[in-house]
């Protein structure tokens, strides 16, 4: 009997031996999945909403969009139409009144430089358009510079033919975005961009400048560039689900 319990005694010391040769984790890896969706993100910029409101002399909707293509690139556009009166003058005479309207649409691709949190799905991103639009211009009231001061010391003459109207006006233009989307709401997005244009094309006549481009915003004498911003809210139509595994600590070395 004694043998048989020091037979057993040494089969369990063997035993003990072998598993302590492996190392026992006490940190085991975290195995959850974000599942990241993919769809068509889709709204309107609510600037443009609101300053028609606000604005007697405006009126403009523009829609956006995005679509997710992987973690970080999205194709994205923009379609809109403006109407805009404005008045040019030099000191306190008036030059022109004039009225721009027509449509736009912008396309390209923006890329998130932002690395969210585990579960979140916010972007910082940078991008770039390629844009067109198709507009014209109504002259409602303007004036003619007279060379003789001895009939008109002021120098103006008001004009004669008003409601002239200058159509098939179009134009191109490449624009740099950098732009934030913060999900509020499951789904719902708020986004803000800057852009920044620079005209490639400017169909116009000497007789009536283009002097605003719906989309691209006011054109100055000697320069292709122009600024404008973009403030959206948006709904995310989600197709499908990636899995997105969290991302696993650097181990920490320790001190010697």
Request: hydrophobic content about 35%.
């Amino acid at each position: 009997m004694s043998r048989y319990f020091i037979s057993l005694f040494c089969l369990a010391v063997s035993f003990a031996g072998i598993c302590q040769d492996k190392s026992i984790d006490l940190q085991p890896k975290d195995t959850v999945e974000y599942k990241q969706e993919y769809g068509l993100r889709v709204g309107a910029d609510i600037s443009r909403l609101v300053l028609s409101f606000i604005d007697e002399d405006y009126t403009g909707l523009e829609l956006v969009g995005d679509y997710r293509l992987s973690n970080k690139l999205y194709l994205a556009a923009e379609i809109g139409n403006e109407e805009k009166t404005q008045t040019e003058g030099l000191g306190s005479t008036l030059l022109y009144n004039y009225t721009t309207s027509g449509s736009y649409v912008k396309a390209g691709v923006e890329i998130n430089s932002y690395e969210n949190w585990f579960g979140m799905n916010n972007a910082i991103t940078i991008g770039g358009r390629y844009a067109v639009a198709s507009f014209n211009h109504t002259l409602n009231e303007y004036n003619i510079f007279d060379s003789n001061r001895f009939f008109n010391p002021d120098g103006f003459l008001a004009g004669a033919q008003t409601g002239q109207e200058f159509s098939g006006r179009n134009a191109s233009w490449l624009e740099f975005v950098a732009g934030v989307k913060v999900e509020l709401f499951a789904n719902i997005y708020v986004g803000m961009s800057a852009r920044l244009g620079f005209l490639v094309t400017n169909k116009e006549e000497e007789s009536f400048p283009n002097l605003w481009i719906p989309g691209f915003n006011k054109v100055t004498d000697g320069s292709n560039f122009g600024v404008s911003y973009n403030y959206s809210i948006a709904y995310l139509i989600p197709f499908y689900k990636k899995s997105n595994k969290k991302k696993e600590a650097p181990p920490v070395q320790e001190e010697n």
